[in-house]
Every structure is written in structure tokens, then in C-alpha cells.
């Protein structure tokens, strides 16, 4: 889950700091503590989903103005031993939400996003 919400981090808010908001759908409380505490070096301003608040079609960190996103990764669907696809999920506004299907890969010890899986296209 933490590779996924790390790309999203990265490919949807680019340089902005703004408060995030992880949730990783279907987990328990335990999963979602290990995954924000991974993800807390590269953005320290890591929260549970619950800080955040969709307000009038906005992204807000509960009870005031601040503006936030939220992200989510899950559910996971195993393709291999090595490799996965997992539904991520983008929100900052009405306007500007997202929801892909990633695919994520084991190699050299860790799990890395490879980035959104394309269908459709003939090879």
C-alpha cells in the first residue's frame, strides 16, 4: 500500500504541501499506522483518513478551511508472487479526483508502483 499511495503522493501533488490524508481500504487500524509511518519520511504530514472532511465537494482536515487530499490504496488483487494490481484513489476536489488501477511489482526487496495499469490497447 505504501508504494502506491507514495506514487500517487508524488504524481498528483507534485512540490504542494498540503496536509494527506491515507486510508487503505479493507485493513485494519494496525495496517494503516504501519503504512503512514513508512510513508512519514517523504511526507511528514501524513494523517489518518478520518482528519479529512469532503466539503462541499472539497478536501478539508476536519473542522476547519484547511485544504488537504486524500488518498487511499486498496483493494489488492494478487497477478503473481511478484506482482500486484491495486486500486488507488486521489481526492482534492470535486474537480480533481482520481481513482486507477496501479500495478506494483516486487524487485531488488521492496515493492515499487510501476504506475497505472493501461487496458485496451492492442499490442
Do not use: N
Not at 499511495?5 to 498528483?12: D, G, T
Not at 490524508?21 to 494523517?47: K, M, Q, W, Y
Not at 462541499?56 to 500486484?84: F, H, K, Q
Not at 531488488?108 to 493501461?118: D, K, M, S, T, Y
Amino acid at each position: 500500500h505504501a508504494a502506491v499511495l507514495r506514487y500517487e503522493a508524488k504524481q498528483f501533488l507534485a512540490e504542494e504541501r498540503v496536509p494527506i490524508c491515507v486510508e487503505v481500504v479493507g485493513s485494519a487500524a494496525a495496517v494503516d499506522t504501519r503504512v503512514r509511518e513508512a510513508l512519514h519520511p517523504t511526507f511528514p504530514d501524513v494523517r489518518p483518513s478520518d482528519s479529512c472532511a469532503l466539503v462541499e465537494g472539497d478536501v478539508y482536515l476536519v473542522g476547519s478551511r484547511v485544504p488537504a487530499a486524500l488518498l487511499t490504496s486498496g483493494p489488492i488483487r494478487w497477478i503473481a508472487a511478484d506482482e500486484v494490481h491495486v486500486t488507488g484513489g486521489f481526492t482534492r476536489s470535486r474537480a480533481s479526483s482520481s481513482r486507477p488501477l496501479y500495478r506494483v511489482v516486487h524487485e531488488a526487496g521492496r515493492w515499487v508502483c510501476l504506475g497505472p495499469v493501461v487496458t485496451g490497447m492492442p499490442l
